[in-house]
């Protein structure tokens, strides 16, 4: 079951441990292989287009401790721990309804672009 949380204060929240992890890089305090830094910087796009995916997280300080609250969270309502039902339970976080809607419309038209171009084959 994939949830969508629209909260301005939670992703500020968020932004603000993004702040401190990219000082830290700038620094060379915190240092990412070539592949974390390929998640990183998918995790930034969706960033700028007001979505934090919790998967992309660095998982590093300062922000290693929000992505294991995160998930914890979400395997305490998941595979029968809660009334939600025997369902694996996860989200992303939205900046707004807006970005949601935005995303949502943008996601809606690429499968619809598939699909003709699929029934023109």
């Not at 969508?4 to 992703?11: D, E, M, R, T, Y």
């Not at 707004?96 to 690429?110: A, G, V």
Request: no cysteine; net charge neutral; charged share 30%.
């Amino acid at each position: 079951m994939d949830l969508a949380i629209v909260s301005a204060n939670l992703a500020k929240e968020v932004d603000e441990l993004g702040l401190e992890f990219e000082y830290s890089l700038r620094s060379s305090e915190t240092f990412l292989t070539a592949g974390q830094r390929d998640v990183y910087y998918k995790y930034l796009r969706y960033k700028a287009i007001g979505w934090m995916r919790p998967d992309l997280i660095p998982h590093k300080s300062p922000m290693r401790d929000f992505k294991e609250s995160w998930f914890e969270f979400f395997r305490s309502l998941s595979y029968g721990r809660s009334e939600v039902g025997n369902y694996k339970v996860s989200a992303g976080l939205f900046a707004s309804l807006s970005h949601l809607e935005r995303y949502t419309i943008d996601s809606l038209r690429k499968i619809k672009n598939t699909l003709e171009v699929k029934a023109q084959e």
